[in-house]
């Protein structure tokens, strides 16, 4: 018998699948394919003969999502590698995508619920937080060696923390005597700083510090402005690109970017012949960004941050 397969409920499905209407015969790219909820929902809708590209940096990810869509055969083909790699993971033959991409950006459930990963600041595990194992740089490694000035810039702009100095400084000065190892060490040390001066927080102390350490330790940001900029030449015309991000961070990048592609020109508004040379690369219809249902906010609280944009190549 084989082991149970951890509950994974993929975010937006139902709007995912209503925007990227999967046909039949395309091509379709699953960019973080995380444990394959998404994918094996697309996979459904584009037999006979569609195929599938699922790309993941997450060896135990991949290894899931390839046992979970091996009834689907050929149809499903596993990439090993990070999302702003698409353009080299991607064979030549199987260009131009003509279905679409999909990016879900963010941890999975299923990296937030493996204590080990280091994700959580309510488990207790090494200080790790990457999504790649083979990656160099980890949490640890940041809190215990970037300057007192750096973690400030890193709580404060991939963390929103308006507690960065104070947090910073202490780092700084405790790591002397004590460095950090585990997530609970810092978690723990977090909300000590926040009884010390008497903040009281609606959610934990260390939750935007985490996110920051996350972002960085992976390089989030840089990695989805460069998957962005990737993509255009990849699509067809009429293709299409759907991306769900989690933070105003993200969703920043996400809508400067199809905000930029949807127009023609992009010279400033005080030169009154364009220089630019900028053409419009995709369309973008109304009535985004799309979010969760009341509906789905009750069968997976998850997704309560959760935004969709969609773009369609011209």
């Known amino acids: 018998m084989s082991p149970e397969r951890p ?9 995912v699948l209503e925007c990227l209407q999967s046909e039949p015969g395309k091509t379709y790219v699953d960019a973080t394919l995380g444990a394959g909820g998404h994918s094996e929902a697309i996979l459904q ?28 055969g050929s149809a499903f083909q596993p990439l090993a590698g990070n999302f702003s790699d698409i353009a080299r993971l991607m ?7 003509t279905g679409g991409i999909l990016a879900d950006i963010g941890v999975s459930s299923m ?41 400030v810039r890193l ?5 929103e923390e308006h507690m960065s100095k104070t947090l910073a400084r202490e780092i700084v000065s405790y790591r002397k005597t004590s460095p950090f190892h585990t997530t609970l060490d810092l978690a723990n040390f977090i909300a000590d700083q926040y009884k010390r001066v008497g903040k009281h927080e609606k959610i934990h102390p260390a939750t935007r510090v985490f996110q920051a350490l996350r972002i960085e330790v992976n390089d989030e940001l840089g990695s989805l402005q460069r998957f962005l900029e990737r993509v255009p030449p990849l699509l067809a015309p009429g293709a299409k690109l759907l991306v769900i991000s989690f933070h105003s961070l993200e969703d920043r990048i996400v809508k400067d970017f ?13 030169l009154p012949i364009c220089q630019c040379g900028h053409r419009a690369t995709f369309k973008l219809p109304k009535g985004q960004p799309l979010a969760a249902t009341p ?20």
């Open 7 to 15: 509950q994974h409920i993929p975010v937006l499905l139902d709007s």
């Open 45 to 72: 809708r584009i037999q006979p003969n569609g195929t599938l590209f699922g790309i993941d940096q997450d060896p135990s990810a991949l290894k899931l999502a390839v046992d979970r869509l091996s009834p689907f």
């Open 91 to 97: 064979p030549p033959e199987a260009l131009p995508i």
């Open 111 to 151: 990296q937030l619920d493996q204590a080990e990963r280091g994700f959580s600041f309510n488990k207790q595990a090494p200080l790790d937080m990457r999504m790649n194992p083979q990656g160099a740089l980890t949490a640890a490694t940041v809190v215990n060696t970037y300057s007192e000035a750096d973690l």
């Open 155 to 159: 709580f404060s702009e991939y963390g």
């Open 258 to 270: 199809f905000k930029t592609q949807s127009r023609d020109c992009i010279c400033p508004p005080r």
């Open 295 to 314: 509906e789905e906010l009750k069968l997976n609280p998850r997704s309560r941050s959760a935004k969709l944009r969609l773009g369609i190549r011209i």
